[in-house]
């Protein structure tokens, strides 16, 4: 899967309670999850400050603001056995929750850059993790 260029953040297109509903709700969706539940709940120790945190992150991303403080890459890295099927599942439920916004530009720029944030999240744990491999891309993840 190519990496897509990130559109530019534009705090006019959504607002705080948008980007909000769509952390909350991805969320809910990724902690009911077989596969990805149980990384969550074993890593998140405080889920109020998790949703500051990645409503913060995703306001940065889609609406430019500079609240957002931290590293994604060592979290993400430092996590044990992680697959490419888990950051494909994580896509796929980012992008069913971008859809059932019914938001169609905060759906495109939105899985634009999740798209972009997952690729390069992989690609670092496996290099991270299996430096003498090759790494695999992920495939092509639909809502």
């Known amino acids: 899967m190519n990496q ?3 559109p530019t953040a534009d705090p006019s297109l959504y607002s705080e309670e948008q980007v909000a509903q ?3 709700n991805f969320y809910a969706k990724a902690r009911k999850d077989p596969g990805l ?3 969550f709940e074993e ?3 405080d889920w109020d400050a998790h949703f500051v945190q990645m409503t913060n992150f995703w306001s940065a991303q889609l609406r430019g603001t ?3 403080r931290g590293a994604p890459m060592p979290k993400h890295i430092a996590l044990p056995e992680l697959t490419a099927e888990l950051f494909e599942r994580w896509l796929q439920l980012f992008k069913q929750t971008t859809k ?3 938001n169609p530009g905060l759906q495109q720029h939105a899985d634009t850059v999740a798209t972009f944030i997952a690729g ?3 690609q670092g744990y496996q290099m991270t993790h299996n430096p003498e491999k090759t790494p695999i891309e992920l495939k092509a993840v639909t809502a």
Do not use: N, Y
Request: net charge neutral; no cysteine.
């Open 22 to 24: 769509l952390v909350h």
């Open 4 to 6: 897509p260029a990130i």
């Open 66 to 68: 500079s609240r957002f």
């Open 100 to 102: 059932e916004l019914d």
């Open 43 to 45: 890593h998140v120790a």
């Open 37 to 39: 539940g149980p990384i």
């Open 120 to 122: 390069r999240l992989w």
